[in-house]
């Protein structure tokens, strides 16, 4: 706990470093900090990529292909919707069980968080923001270098 205040203040300038460099990166998308937050703070940093400009790669390649570049990252989480609570079959939680009828997967349809969680976000490991400058800088150049041959994570 004693170095947690550096800690923090070392992953904040860091993730304004990253925000500086990643947003010339093609299709990604940057999430600012909410203007209130008087200390930002973060576990995982997360981006938005645009689907389009990595040929159509989905965030888990895009993920994968920055894992092999040696920096750490991740899809995320499932769709809320996906949850094994929200789906009776799969379920034994009261919720799901006395709700049944209302939590139809087959008639749930939410395409912007669908969207968001299958396709576009990219969490990256605090790891990377603990390296410094240069471990942004590495961040940023691995990503870059996965938009430029994304085509090869397609297979087009």
């Not at 299709?27 to 576990?43: E, N």
């Not at 996906?82 to 939680?93: E, H, T, V």
């Not at 749930?108 to 990256?124: G, H, I, K, N, W």
């Amino acid at each position: 706990l004693e170095r947690f205040g550096g800690q923090q203040a070392q992953r904040a300038e860091a993730g304004r470093q990253f925000q500086e460099l990643a947003g010339q990166v093609p299709g990604v998308r940057l999430l600012p900090p909410d203007a209130r937050i008087t200390r930002w703070s973060f576990y995982r940093y997360i981006v938005l990529i645009e689907p389009e400009a990595f040929a159509g790669a989905s965030n888990v390649r895009v993920c994968q292909a920055l894992e092999a570049e040696g920096v750490g990252a991740w899809e995320g989480y499932q769709p809320m919707s996906r949850y094994d609570l929200f789906q009776p079959g799969l379920s034994r939680l009261p919720v799901a069980v006395e709700r049944a009828d209302r939590l139809d997967p087959a008639a749930m349809s939410f395409p912007v968080a669908e969207d968001a969680a299958l396709r576009r976000t990219v969490y990256l490991d605090e790891s990377v923001f603990r390296a410094g400058r240069q471990g942004v800088e590495d961040a940023v150049t691995a990503l870059a270098k996965v938009q430029r041959h994304a085509a090869e994570l397609t297979g087009a």
